[in-house]
């Protein structure tokens, strides 16, 4: 590093002193220049290295004296006169474009949608896109009088309905974790429903994180216009399996466990439903997503197959 510095002060040195013993002589001649070329850097410090201004190509008007410039033109010129503002002819056909001023006012609802997009619809109190003007944020938090913490229910139509606390252990270096294990089942009885499960040392926060894990994985279930199901299907998950079948009006949910609250929390008014296998809550709650799944609506197969729904039933 000692070895960089003094090159690089060395360098400068003789630069300055070359540069002041010739300066009269160079000061004549503008095409004389000294150029400092930083090589690649050793240790932190940039080498120097002279360039003579032979071996920079530059233009031939560049090169040029002081004294053969010519400034005829620019000592003509009054730079405090006024001079008139005469632009160039509009072309032929040349229609100018509106003002801004001249456009078609925007309606109310084209002003509160955009504000809507901007701030969310609670900023006016009424949705023109649809959206739920009761919307909150779920990790909005309040402290209470004792210091705990209170999270408000999401308010987005969705009702939430517990299939199955329990308590389960973990076994640690230090001994057993006990936490709880909730099953929640939402749904906006309109064909829409998700299953979730969430763990905590609470009960309390295990329904409020298997209510969010089932938000999000909400799906839609295929009902024809007697809120039944379209044709019979079956389900398997882990051990569980779950059979489904289509029923006529006035029968109601005919079915037990997690497959009833599933089926009445998606909408289902009309429904024959049956465990076969395991007894496990959650499995079979999933077992029945699984079998409602692979559901489909009559239009759906006969746009695929390009035929009139009137042949599905030949």
Same mark, same amino acid.
């Given at each position: ?142 402290? $209470? ?23 389960? $252990? ?57 809120? $039944? ?86």
């Amino acid at each position: 590093m000692a070895t960089a510095s003094t090159l690089s002060a060395a360098h400068l040195s003789s630069l300055s002193a070359h540069h002041h013993h010739d300066h009269r002589r160079r000061h004549d001649d503008p095409r004389l220049f000294l150029f400092l070329k930083p090589s690649k850097p050793s240790f932190g410090f940039p080498k120097f290295s002279l360039l003579s201004s032979s071996s920079i190509s530059r233009p031939a008007a560049a090169v040029t004296r002081a004294g053969d410039v010519d400034t005829s033109f620019f000592e003509t010129v009054n730079p405090d006169a006024d001079v008139a503002f005469d632009p160039p002819a509009p072309p032929e056909g040349f229609v100018p474009p509106p003002s801004f001023d001249d456009g078609p006012l925007e309606t109310e609802d084209e002003i509160a949608s955009a504000y809507e997009e901007l701030y969310g619809p609670a900023y006016s109190g009424v949705s023109v896109l649809g959206n739920d003007v009761s919307v909150m944020d779920s990790k909005v938090k309040k402290t $209470t009088g004792f210091g705990k913490v209170k999270r408000e229910k999401v308010k987005d139509g969705f009702e939430e309905r517990v299939v199955q606390v329990r308590r389960v $252990t973990k076994v640690v270096k230090g001994g057993k974790q006990l936490h709880f294990r909730a099953i929640v089942v939402v749904g906006d009885k309109k064909g829409q429903v998700g299953v979730g499960v969430g763990k905590a040392k609470e009960v309390i926060g295990a329904v409020q994180k298997s209510a969010v894990n089932a938000r999000r994985n909400i799906i839609t279930v295929p009902m024809t216009k007697y809120l $039944t199901f379209p044709h019979r299907s079956e389900g398997d998950y882990g051990a569980a399996k779950v059979m489904l079948r289509p029923a006529s009006p006035g029968t109601g949910v005919i079915a037990g466990g997690a497959v009833r609250i599933v089926l009445e929390m998606a909408g289902v008014e009309n429904a024959l439903g049956k465990q076969l296998r395991s007894k496990n809550a959650l499995n079979n709650a999933r077992a029945t997503v699984v079998a409602v799944q692979k559901m489909r609506q009559f239009r759906d197969v006969a746009l695929e197959r390009g035929i009139p729904m009137e042949e599905l039933w030949k």
